[in-house]
Nanobody, 121 residues
């Protein structure tokens, strides 16, 4: 079984920064393509940033130049550095992705519990 645990959220003023972490644990060989998502109240969940197994990154237009996704394969962990935060970044942030469970098997992870990010104006 694979578990993803997000952490690092909190309350911050506009213009501030936060660093989110997503640690994968359980029956893991390695983490593969991973992404950070967010869901604001009354809105659909959206992809914010993605990182491939080789380190290629991609971002939603709304966060380009402010957010940076990264990974530490040795720790089976991905990060989201969020700078110049805006009130519209307020949401619950989740990670999800493709987990390599054995040398030849992959599994899409379930959603973690998420971490709340609140940006005050």
């Amino acid at each position: 079984q694979v578990q993803l645990v997000e952490s690092g959220g909190g309350l911050v003023q506009a213009g501030g920064s936060l660093r989110l972490s997503c640690a994968a644990s359980g029956s893991i060989f390695s983490i593969n393509n991973m992404g950070w998502y967010r869901q604001a109240p009354g809105k659909q969940r959206e992809l914010v940033a993605a990182i491939s197994s080789s380190g290629h990154t991609d971002y939603a237009n709304s966060v380009k130049g402010r957010f940076t996704i990264s990974r530490d394969n040795a720790k089976n962990t991905i990060y989201l550095q969020m700078n110049s935060l805006k009130p519209e970044d307020t949401a619950v942030y989740y990670c999800k992705g493709l987990i390599r469970t054995t040398q030849h098997s992959y599994k899409n992870s379930d959603w973690g519990q998420g971490t709340q990010v609140t940006v005050s104006s």
